[in-house]
């Protein structure tokens, strides 16, 4: 049994440039998938980027923030997922509350890219360097939100 460990204490920051207030950890990662955990500070982000080759589901496990995928923005909260379509500019923030977010990034072809930079550092498979596949256009968009703000509890979160 191999025990994974993840949360305060295991995160590092990171992201792409431009990002702040944001640290996470690898959970998983094999050639099929990468799975991520992200913490948001308050006022933090995770900067619009595109994955030209993979979709990522960005998964709210605790708080809320706002996510964008293209050029809509919405907010989310605990218990809401995003899909981030391959090719589409994507990204998170926060406010005045804190998010976790679990990133599940479904491997298309070729070694896994980044997942909100957190990944770089670490190989996959059998390490060879395949160029990854040209982009594809993508659509993508958020599904309707049917939650009202006072449905959200800004005291939920955790420590940084």
Not at 110 to 126: F, H, L, R
Not at 134 to 157: F, I, K, M, W
């Amino acid at each position: 049994m191999d025990i994974k460990r993840f949360g305060p204490g295991h995160r590092r920051a990171d992201g792409p440039p431009g990002t702040q207030g944001v640290a996470g950890v690898v959970i998983y990662r094999d050639e099929r998938a990468l799975v991520s955990e992200l913490a948001f500070q308050r006022y933090a982000i995770v900067t619009p980027h595109a994955n030209q080759s993979n979709t990522a589901l960005f998964i709210v496990v605790s708080g809320g923030g706002y996510v964008q995928v293209g050029d809509e923005r919405a907010r989310v909260n605990h218990g809401e997922a995003v899909v981030w379509p391959p090719g589409l500019v994507h990204g998170a923030y926060t406010d005045g509350t804190e998010m976790r977010a679990l990133v599940v990034e479904l491997i298309s072809d070729g070694p896994p890219t980044e997942i909100s930079g957190v990944a770089a550092d670490a190989e996959i498979g059998d390490g060879s360097a395949r160029p990854p596949p040209p982009p594809t256009p993508a659509e993508g968009t958020l599904e309707e939100r049917n939650v009202s703000r006072q449905d959200y509890d800004s005291n939920e979160g955790e420590p940084w």
